[in-house]
Nanobody
């Protein structure tokens, strides 16, 4: 079955960096828009960043724009989230997710994502 496996989370000080990875298997990776969502304690899950199937379009939440970068490699079936200048409010469980084509307006709609990873914890200490 389809698997999305995140890795790279951990504990980092404010201002530091982390790089999350999401390795996909058993799906035609290059056909899917891939995105990162996060869920902080007591909060709803929210969209963080997304990248179109061929990598031509990137989408970011305002809260992470200019600090986070999403990228992908359709040969390695992997999507990454480079997180710089981390803040305490970035503390959350981060999930990668896959969906078919998304416009810039609906890429944030988590209900349209068909596959999800198990999540990786990111904790930013202040």
């Amino acid at each position: 079955q389809v698997q999305l496996v995140e890795s790279g989370g951990g504990l980092v000080q404010a201002g530091g960096s982390l790089r999350l990875s999401c390795a996909a298997s058993q799906l035609t990776f290059s056909s899917y828009t891939m995105s990162w969502f996060r869920q902080a304690p007591g909060k709803e899950r929210e969209f963080v960043a997304g990248i179109s199937s061929r990598g031509g379009n990137e989408y970011y939440a305002d809260s992470v724009k200019d600090r986070f970068t999403v990228s992908r490699d359709n040969i390695k079936n992997t999507v990454w989230l480079q997180m710089n200048s981390l803040k305490s409010e970035d503390t959350a469980v981060y999930y990668c997710a896959a969906r078919y084509y998304a416009s810039s307006r609906d890429v944030i709609e988590e209900s349209d994502y068909v596959f999800w990873g198990q999540g990786t914890q990111v904790t930013v200490s202040s």
